[in-house]
């Protein structure tokens, strides 16, 4: 079986491809840079309508910041 995930290295491969530092992307989506830093380092994971924000504010498609896992959490 095969589930969603944040991908988070993704986020910070569109965050730099697309020349937004952290606290520029914190302060499109109204967040503290921290969070950012939490995400992009594997602390936390954004809720998915924070992961839709994070798409609008890096002008890409939210499916660009998922992958696939498979059902033990492994990313294929």
Not at 24 to 45: F, M, V
Request: net charge positive; charged share 30%; hydrophobic share 35%.
């Amino acid at each position: 079986m095969q589930a969603l995930a944040f991908d988070r290295a993704a986020m910070r491969r569109v965050r730099e491809q697309h020349g937004v530092d952290r606290r520029q992307l914190a302060d499109r989506i109204g967040r503290h840079i921290s969070s950012i830093q939490r995400w992009e380092y594997g602390h936390k994971t954004p809720l998915l309508g924070t992961i839709g924000e994070i798409a609008d504010a890096l002008g890409v498609d939210y499916t660009e910041l998922i992958t696939r896992t498979d059902k033990a959490g492994g990313v294929e």
